[in-house]
């Protein structure tokens, strides 16, 4: 008897692992990852440096929602909130959810946001679907909301983003530009289910379809924001493909640089983002190129855009920020260069 | 059978009053200090509605995790276990069409992950921790594969009806938060299975002795609990208008942290479904109230983390012998010490 | 006090128990990590058995093994320690940041003394206190990171000295130094464990706490020495981690607890306490090492990869049973065997059921 429920338990969990992967393979309509934003302006990294944002007729309460605070890039884009606040003469309140698997928290943030009282959201999304019916508690209240970083599926929020898309074409076209030659290569990808990680890759493998025939992507590891998990996939990938020629990832930390195990870290490695270590691994070598996100554009630009908004002026509904020119050791230390950092005192002030 | 019936649902021992109004006393000084700090918005209706709303899903999580520490284990695959019933009601409800028909696809998902985890460590006397991780893992993998790594969206617009929206004047997720109290109440404290479940958890070897099938009350808990978590996920679900994977991340630590609040013991046989509903709404008065304040994303970290060990240490004062064994510093016989080590603490 | 062997008084059972220093039923790990091995050899020839691989995975599993050292002890005494990811990023911070400002020496000892205190304080409330190992690993996990933040602001440290790379990034020779690291700490835990007299009473406590009191042994003393044990072998790993990705960061080690335990588990450690051994945790160690690389060089799915770690966690739990001769005495359940049972299971530890 027991046995036979056992057995009956075991059988049913197995059918389900099976039923799943089946329908899996086919997956649910979803996003569609190979395509660009459908983007309003461009502006170039020169207009970006002379941007100043508008002056508030009256003092708002701006909320910035992040994704979390853990990680330089976060903390950047809040710097760069915090500059267009004080420039523009408004409140600002940081919060941060625990990752991109809590859309849970950040519906309650956002909330616990309106309970507060806010007049504008600069809103980073935690989840495409997940993060909707906290864009729709704003739009319900007619609160402006201007979405950064990643796109949340919402026609309501104005839209201030890198085109992770077309940052991984462009990725691919600075990779050729540095292997010449082609030959096979390792792109390192951020976790499977991050949409920002899976355009960024869609992007990179289709340019080397279309126009780089002579390169070959032997390897997309996955691995979650985390630097050990991603130099481990790595040397793991590295033992099945010893001759590649060329290293490229999603995120300067996927692996850090200085990390990467002799004598693959010759090859030319180029990847995006910028913290003051990809600074100096440019400057030592270690990173050939990198393509800067902008977040502290997208937290600068994010919160001027919703100034204006609250000001009634009009605002381009979709602005993306540039990821050209790419840092290089020609550059690394150039204004633009700087702009990707903030000051080693800062410390983000939530709440 | 002493001990099936003092710790019994319906009777009420002194212990058990005495701590949910420890909760009861520290919930309303909670109340008192956000209020005064921010009085124009935490003591608001539509704040304490928000709290409501907010803290309906982990009342229910909390409700399965009882069940599971009860009986002298513990499950930390409710969190995944949400997910993935989640991901299994949205891709049904797509695919075959019919809210019905997809939340009754996850709440099966759920019963069955109980059932597995239950025949695992009752009879086959898996630890649970060992089994609940090694089920958590795998529904992870198995609820992304099955969601293709994305938020299952474009839900029918009426799923929102189970958590989502209101009804009336009362936000869904309430209403059925309050039904997820009254069922797990009514098992609890108006069943010979919340009898025996409390029996197997107070003293294992007693209830052997007296007749009871313990490894069939083990798998039911589990299989209630499995039911309750997947219950939590699918109003987590219509709350967010997709089912994810992973969005049940962090409920399974908290939800132990809400029962052991709410003064459930770890290692069984001590808890009511009233403590564990305090203790939810402990934490969830906690952190919306550290929000509404402005207390800083790191500092609320630290607080938590000390808010969880201090609940820890606060239940162990409910027992009289606590004094007397911080004198001495030296763990005392009995149930408490007992009741130390998770899973498997049932003197036999 | 006379030197008993409490561990045999403590256990009148049928099935001998795996000490620290001898061997218990490996075997079948051995036969199953020989099994893992000649797979991926045979499917992957010019990838996997390959000194480079050899030596990619030493460096890998050379971090796991420290922590999973440190959590044996934790698991061995009867509890466990949620905490040792959460201590391993925090000592990336708190050591990285004084490597980088006070140099090298600075930081092992600023990260080393962080781990020695966390391992107190967990210890301190679990076995002075009597609260559940569980609610205090959790909590201080939680404390834990937002304090690494809180003191990094948010950001990774970076910048260290370069003799901080022979902590984990280059080789000693040609041994790569996480593994030569992790070979001298198993060492000094096989002297701890299996010759010192620490040892006997942390395997005895684990076994039976009530007959260890009643023996004379101070219970709460050695129960916070496994306890520190696991937190100042955490933050060595966090040290190692730092050095080996090259940066100090809240998550570095992230997934190490659970990835610690299971690896303890796998490798014959009991959650309850009272049974493994130092060959145990190696092997255990190195099936999850093995597994995890093969699975990566064959290109594997993360999705995927996650399933097989999770049944591989429950499956080497059940064949521990079916090894114990529990299966039988199960199945006769019905058949009257309670008494049987009763007596396996009461004295089984596999289960953590048979602590008093």
């Not at chain 1, 502290?296 to 605002?315: P, S």
């Not at chain 3, 040609?174 to 701890?192: D, E, R, Y």
Request: charged share 10%.
């Amino acid at each position: 008897m027991k046995r036979v429920v056992l057995l009956c338990a075991f059988a049913l969990l197995g059918a389900a692992s099976v039923a799943g992967a089946r329908t899996g393979a086919g997956g649910p309509a979803g996003t569609d990852f190979h395509a660009p934003l459908n983007c309003s302006t461009k502006p170039t990294a020169q207009q970006l440096l002379s941007y100043k944002v508008p002056k508030a007729k009256k003092r708002y309460q701006i909320s910035l929602m992040e994704v979390s605070l853990n990680g330089y890039y976060y903390v950047l884009l809040a710097y760069g909130a915090e500059q267009a606040a004080k420039q523009a003469g408004v409140d600002l309140r940081i919060t941060a959810a625990s990752g991109y698997t809590t859309p849970a928290i950040q519906l309650q943030q956002a909330e616990d946001v309106i309970s507060k009282g806010t007049d504008g959201v600069v809103f980073a999304p935690v989840d495409i679907n997940g993060s909707v019916p906290a864009v729709n508690k704003f739009k319900a209240r007619k609160i402006p909301v201007v979405q950064v970083s990643t796109q949340v599926n919402s026609p309501y929020p104005y839209t201030v983003m890198q085109d992770d898309y077309l940052m991984g074409k462009a990725l691919a076209d600075q990779m050729h530009k540095l292997a010449p030659k082609g030959g096979e290569g390792i792109f390192m990808a951020g976790p499977s289910n991050a949409t920002w990680s899976r355009k960024r890759v869609a992007g990179f493998e289709d340019q080397v379809k279309a126009k780089y025939p002579d390169m070959k992507v032997v390897d997309a590891p996955t691995s979650l924001v985390d630097p050990g998990e991603a130099l481990t996939k790595l040397t793991a990938s590295l033992q099945a493909h010893p001759k590649i020629t060329w290293l490229a990832s999603v995120d300067y930390s996927l692996p850090v640089p200085q990390a990467i195990p002799s004598p693959y870290n010759k090859l030319p490695y180029a990847t995006m983002g910028f913290d003051p270590n990809t600074q100096k691994a440019v400057q030592g070598g270690f990173v050939k190129t990198t393509l800067p996100t902008d977040a502290y554009y997208m937290g600068y630009l994010g919160v001027g855009t919703v100034v204006g908004l609250l000001n009634g002026q009009e605002e381009p509904r979709v602005q993306c920020t540039p990821y050209l020119p790419g840092i290089t050791k020609a550059n690394a230390t150039s204004t633009w260069a700087q702009k990707q950092l903030y000051p080693a005192s800062y410390k983000p002030k939530t709440g | 059978m002493k001990t099936l019936r003092r710790y019994a649902g319906r009777g009420i021992t002194t212990l058990a009053v005495a701590a949910n109004l420890q909760v009861l006393a520290a919930l309303v000084a909670l109340w008192v200090v956000f209020s005064a700090w921010e009085p124009a918005t935490f003591f608001t209706g539509n704040n304490s509605l928000n709290i409501a709303r907010q803290a309906s899903v982990l009342v229910v999580v909390a409700l399965a995790q009882m069940f599971a520490l009860l009986i002298g284990g513990f499950d930390i695959s409710v969190g995944a276990n949400m997910g993935f019933s989640g991901v299994v009601a949205a891709r049904i409800m797509i695919e075959h069409g019919g809210v019905t028909v997809g939340v009754v696809a996850g709440l099966l998902a759920g019963a069955l992950i109980g059932l597995v985890n239950g025949i695992l460590i009752g009879p086959l006397r898996v630890s649970p921790f060992a089994a609940t991780l090694g089920m958590l893992t795998l529904l992870l993998g198995l609820g992304n594969i099955l969601s293709d790594g994305q938020s299952v969206g474009n839900l029918p617009a009426s799923f929102s009806q189970i958590g989502g929206s209101d009804w009336g004047r009362i936000p869904s997720s309430v209403a059925l938060a309050a039904l997820a109290v009254a069922l797990a109440w009514l098992v609890l404290a108006r069943t010979r299975l919340g009898l025996y479940v409390y029996g197997v958890g107070g003293s294992r070897n007693t209830a052997r002795l007296v007749g009871v099938r313990v490894y069939a009350y083990e798998i039911a808990a589990y299989v209630l609990c499995g039911l309750f978590a997947s219950f939590a996920g699918i109003i987590l679900a219509a709350r967010l208008s997709v089912g994810q994977t992973e969005s049940g991340a962090g409920f399974e630590l908290l939800s132990i942290a809400a029962a052991v609040i709410g003064g459930t013991a770890i290692g069984g046989g001590i808890g009511r479904v009233s403590g564990a509903l305090l203790g939810a709404v402990f934490i969830q008065v906690l952190t919306n109230g550290l929000d509404v304040v402005g207390v800083g994303v790191y500092v609320q970290g630290m607080v938590t983390g000390i808010v969880i060990v201090a609940a820890g240490v606060v239940g162990l004062m409910r027992d009289p012998d606590f004094l007397q064994r911080v004198r001495v510093c030296v763990p005392a016989r009995g149930r408490i010490t007992d009741a130390r080590w998770l899973g498997s603490t049932s003197p036999r | 006090m006379a030197r008993i062997d409490i561990t045999a008084v403590a256990q009148p059972v049928r099935r001998r128990r795996a000490r620290w220093s001898g061997a218990g039923n490996e075997l079948g790990l051995v036969a199953a990590l020989a099994a893992l091995c000649l797979v991926f050899a045979i499917r992957y020839p010019s990838a996997f058995p390959t000194t480079s691989n050899l030596q990619s995975m030493a460096q890998v599993g050379g971090v796991l093994l420290a922590v999973t050292l440190g959590q044996a002890c934790a698991l061995l005494v009867g509890g466990f320690d949620l905490s040792v990811a959460a201590n391993m990023g925090f000592v990336g911070v708190l050591g990285g940041d004084m490597m980088v400002h006070h140099g090298l020496a600075a930081g092992i000892v600023a990260g080393v003394a962080a781990g020695v205190v966390i391992g107190l304080v967990n210890g301190l409330l679990i076995a002075g206190l009597g609260v559940s190992p569980f609610v205090v690993t959790l909590g201080m996990l939680t404390f834990l990171k937002a304090f690494g933040n809180e003191i990094a602001h948010g950001a990774p440290i970076f910048g260290f000295p370069s003799s901080t790379q022979f902590l984990g990034h280059t080789g000693w020779g040609p041994i790569p130094s996480p593994i030569a690291i992790a070979a001298i700490l198993a060492v000094g835990m096989w002297v701890v464990l299996g010759v010192l007299r620490a040892g006997t009473y942390i395997y005895g406590i684990g076994g039976n706490r009530e007959a260890c009191r009643a023996a004379g042994v101070p219970v709460l003393r050695y129960e916070v020495l496994a306890y520190v044990l696991c937190g100042t072998l955490a933050s060595v790993a966090g040290l190692m981690e730092l050095s080996r990705v090259s940066i100090g960061y809240v998550s570095n080690g992230s997934g190490d607890d659970l990835l610690s335990i299971a690896a303890a588990v796998i490798g014959g450690v009991a959650i309850g306490g009272g049974t493994g051994s130092l060959v145990g945790v190696v092997l255990g160690v190195s099936v999850l090492t093995v597994l995890t690389t093969g699975l990566t060089i064959a290109g594997v799915g993360e999705f995927y990869q996650d399933i097989v770690s999770g049944g591989v966690i429950v499956l080497s739990v059940l064949v521990a049973r079916v090894r114990g001769g529990m299966f039988p005495q199960v199945l006769r359940l019905r058949s009257g065997g309670v008494e049987g049972v009763l007596a396996r299971v009461g004295l089984s530890t596999t289960s953590g059921k048979g602590r008093r």
